[in-house]
């Protein structure tokens, strides 16, 4: 079975870095080849993610670098040369591929990697919906929340929901610095350390984090806030978050890094502060490694954050909530890491999540 993925970039996102992983895993059949379509033009800041593809999986890269309408004609290209019998779509790469899929005539997946209402723009999701109601397009929800949000947008017909998987992380070479440089930061061992792990974009809303963090400190708690993410997307953003931040010296902005594990292997507890989302790979990550979460109740976080068990969340979007949700992680210690860890091995690791997604994509070449 040849299977070719196509998505719309490389950077360090959840969608991307599931992206990578799915098909790092597939190839390791035999019988299958599985080919990764990026479709943007590659820069430096999609390095760390290229540099994960497996040397199994084939690496094609279009070069676009606007929305001109020759992308269509680019990936129509490949498609005839690589003649795949069956694509995957992420992202806004369903909305490029679309025409061109509609001419091969091949089964096309497509997973919905939040909530369908704000994956992509309303007239987009006509699209999608006439693609996926007169031609063999298969949308994928990947948690509870975000295949009620399908059917919503869709039709209640559509109903295939594979949960995100995600490759267990390890610790890299470079942890022995990490870990010193965290411990140079804790004033004793009973200092806390929270990791949030994204760009900084509007969505993640880390305002919201650093705003409810400078609160905990007010209350006298004794901890510190590692932001690690680019600052490039919205400068503006960036600017706004460095100006909330008086505590300089227990919220740290540290940038991109391409050892999040070793970062997580040293916190207490990882944040999301996200406006939407649908399953965040990083908590899933975050599992695989014993570490609970702290997040705002959205998405399909929800599915999988359970009060005392795996993580807590805030009430609402208030910083007070957020506050407070931080405060039961330290103060209650009731989470037990190798839960977590069973959890996710029982449930959520990329091994398990191919298998379904192999099992869909024979089922479909067969209809």
């Not at 089964?107 to 369908?116: Q, Y």
């Not at 507890?269 to 965040?280: K, R």
Request: contains cysteine; charged residues 30%.
């Amino acid at each position: 079975m040849k299977i070719v993925h196509i998505t719309p970039d490389l950077h360090t996102g959840g969608a991307q870095n599931f992206c990578v992983d799915i098909c790092n895993e597939l190839a390791k059949n035999p019988e299958d080849e599985v080919v990764l379509c990026s479709l943007e033009k590659m820069n430096d800041k999609q390095k760390i993610m290229f540099g994960k593809i497996n040397p199994n999986v084939k690496f094609v890269c279009l070069d676009k670098v606007t929305n001109s309408p020759k992308i269509i004609w680019k990936i129509f290209k490949m498609l005839l040369s690589q003649k795949p019998d069956i694509t995957h779509t992420h992202l806004r790469a369903q909305f490029f591929a679309a025409l061109p899929l509609v001419l091969m005539r091949k089964p096309n997946i497509h997973t919905i990697h939040s909530v369908a209402q704000k994956e992509t723009p309303k007239a987009r999701r006509k699209l999608y919906k006439f693609l996926y109601d007169f031609f063999d397009f298969t949308p994928v929800a990947i948690s509870d929340m975000v295949l009620r949000s399908m059917k919503e947008e869709y039709g209640q017909k559509y109903n295939v929901k594979i949960d995100n998987g995600a490759k267990a992380l390890c610790v890299t070479p470079k942890y022995e610095d990490t870990k010193r440089f965290i411990e140079n930061l804790k004033e004793n061992e009973n200092s806390k350390i929270f990791v949030s792990i994204g760009r900084l974009f509007n969505v993640k809303n880390q305002g919201l984090l650093i705003d409810a963090f400078e609160l905990l400190l007010k209350k006298g708690y004794d901890a510190h806030l590692l932001i690690l993410g680019s600052y490039d997307v919205i400068p503006e953003f960036t600017k706004e978050c460095r100006e909330k931040i008086k505590t300089t010296d227990r919220i740290h902005l540290l940038g991109e890094k391409n050892n999040v594990a070793d970062y997580l292997k040293e916190a207490d507890a990882l944040c999301f502060s996200s406006i939407y989302e649908g399953m965040p790979i990083t908590i899933l990550e975050a599992f695989s490694m014993g570490i609970p979460t702290v997040s705002t109740p959205v998405g399909g976080i929800p599915d999988i954050i359970k009060e005392g068990k795996t993580g807590y969340l805030s009430k609402d979007m208030s910083p007070e909530s957020y506050c407070l949700a931080l405060q039961k992680i330290i103060d209650d210690k009731k989470i037990d890491s190798n839960e977590l860890i069973d959890l996710f091995n029982n449930n959520y690791t990329i091994e398990k999540c191919a298998a379904k997604y192999r099992k869909l994509y024979q089922d479909k070449i067969t209809k």
